[in-house]
């Protein structure tokens, strides 16, 4: 097999989306307001075909495109939750933009485009590879946020995520232009063959700027500014698609670049996480209990869950690497039944996102008043659901490397956390019912019992998933 061959054999997902995504904008270009339907019946199989490949294809790692792209157990796994919460954004999206009449053709290319841009960062394996994926995720992801460019809430937040947004990759390049100019590589192998456990100052200032960009990508703290803005301006879709996918291509970086990058400076690193870990965790607790809008309120929820799942790469080693992706994981099916409920939040037409809307939500619609308090316990980390074992993962991993007072300081922060899910679920069944909702929609009802049922009974057959972020944690080392 020549070497063009191999490379795109290893890189046959994202070759798929970046040729169907020139076929869609010349499709969409030619056919015009036509093409809105199809062009996103196409994304959604673009996304599906991508997932197959990836669960179908070979199981063997390989470093391809001259030393920059990387494919693995880790690239596969952080992949297919990358693009399960893509395809699911995209297709609950379809009648909350109908409605909004943003139904155009371009936002699912964007959406492709922002993927894609995702696939090629979690499979970065040096620092230009890293950058250019960052930004076509970037690129994509600041026109979505204010996709709705007639709504000032949707311009400003596509505004903010701009601007906060370019003073982050600025940090960021800067930090990979002092790695580089300490190491004389951009490839992580040839950074951590050259720091080799004697890091000079000028790489831990490097090694400090670069995290500094990806924590903005997480909304870890102090980098979280952006984020509640973004999230309550932004379309609904467009903000499950934040706290979903970006969240999975964000955290997968992230583990890869100190991971493989750093293993000789692991104390060192290990600090920052530590420090951005303890602030989010604290904060997203803490900021989200005065909040009256649910989607802001989802913003410090996912600065919260970020510092949950720092703790287990604080912890580091396989078992904390596997505790993050079993977490991730998690919070993605999370995620997404949330935000199917939060689609489903209309009174006569007009999307609500107030949580006193959601009063008496149990007298009014039942089904849904349920599953979204399955959704709440288990955010919330409250046994047998599986977010508890979100956290029991990444603590548990974090006591056996002796990181007891950080895992207590996790403990404390959920605990308050649960304030405010709890205190949704009680505004569901024991205040007055406020006006019922309408008639909610196929797709956001669907995948709302299905996250359901997931966060539900996960515990009764963990095995399988627990074997597969093992297998995906254990090809990064």
């Known amino acids: 097999?020549?070497?063009?061959?191999?490379d795109l054999a290893h890189s046959l997902p994202e070759f798929i989306l970046a040729a169907g995504i020139l076929f869609l904008v010349l499709f969409g270009a030619i056919r015009g307001k036509d093409s809105d339907g199809p062009v996103t019946e196409i994304a959604a199989g673009l996304l599906g075909i991508a997932i197959v490949i990836i669960l179908l294809g070979g199981k063997t790692t390989a470093v391809v495109f001259n030393g920059a792209f990387i494919d693995d157990g880790f690239g596969r796994f952080m992949k297919v939750l990358t693009l399960v919460g893509s395809l699911v954004t995209l297709v609950m999206s379809q009648d909350f933009l109908?409605?909004?009449?943003?139904?155009?053709?371009?936002?699912p290319i964007l959406i492709l485009l922002a993927t894609l841009g995702m696939l090629m960062l979690i499979s970065a394996a040096g620092l230009i590879a890293l950058y250019l994926g960052l930004e076509l995720m970037s690129l994509a992801l600041y026109v979505i946020a204010a996709f709705h460019r007639d709504n000032i809430r949707a311009s400003e937040a596509g505004l903010k995520y701009f601007v906060l947004g370019a003073l982050s990759s600025g940090m960021l390049l800067y930090g990979a232009s002092l790695l580089y100019g300490f190491a004389g590589t951009v490839s992580f192998a040839g950074i951590a063959e050259t720091i080799n456990g004697k890091a000079s100052l000028g790489a831990v200032f490097g090694l400090v700027f670069l995290m500094a960009g990806l924590a903005f990508k997480m909304s870890a703290v102090p980098f979280h500014m952006w984020t509640p803005d973004v999230y309550e301006g932004a379309p609904t879709p467009v903000t499950a698609f934040f706290a979903s996918a970006v969240k999975m291509a964000a955290v997968a970086i992230t583990l890869r670049v100190v991971i493989t990058a750093f293993p000789g400076i692991s104390s060192q690193w290990r600090q920052i996480i530590i420090f951005i870990s303890l602030l989010s965790m604290v904060l997203g607790a803490f900021a989200a209990i005065g909040q009256s809008n649910i989607k802001r309120l989802m913003a410090y929820s996912a600065i919260g869950h970020i510092g949950f799942a720092l703790v287990g790469l604080a912890a580091g080693g396989e078992a904390g690497v596997s505790g993050v992706l079993a977490y991730m994981a998690i919070y993605l099916v999370m995620t997404l039944g949330t935000?199917?409920?939060?689609l489903s939040m209309r009174v006569n037409g007009e999307s609500v996102e107030n949580i006193?809307?959601?009063?008496?939500?149990?007298k009014t619609d039942g089904l849904m008043a349920f599953?979204?308090?399955?959704?709440?316990?288990?955010?919330?980390?409250?046994?047998?659901?599986?977010g508890f074992f979100a956290k029991w993962y990444v603590f548990n991993a974090a006591?056996?490397?002796?990181?007891?007072w950080l895992a207590v300081i996790g403990v404390?922060?959920?605990?308050?956390?649960?304030?405010?899910?709890l205190r949704i679920v009680k505004i569901m069944?024991?205040?007055e019912p406020a006006p019922a909702f309408d008639t909610p929609d196929v797709v956001p009802r669907a995948v709302l019992a299905v996250t359901g049922i997931l966060v539900l009974f996960l515990f009764v057959y963990p095995g399988a998933f627990i074997d597969a972020t093992n297998a995906a944690a254990q090809s990064l080392f």
């Open 1 to 6: 097999m020549s070497h063009l061959s191999t």
């Open 98 to 107: 109908a409605r909004e009449k943003l139904d155009k053709y371009e936002f």
């Open 339 to 342: 935000f199917a409920a939060i």
């Open 356 to 362: 006193s809307d959601l009063s008496g939500l149990a």
């Open 371 to 386: 599953f979204l308090a399955m959704m709440m316990f288990s955010l919330a980390g409250i046994p047998p659901l599986a």
């Open 399 to 404: 006591i056996q490397a002796g990181l007891y």
């Open 412 to 421: 404390l922060s959920s605990a308050v956390a649960a304030y405010y899910y």
């Open 429 to 431: 069944y024991f205040d």
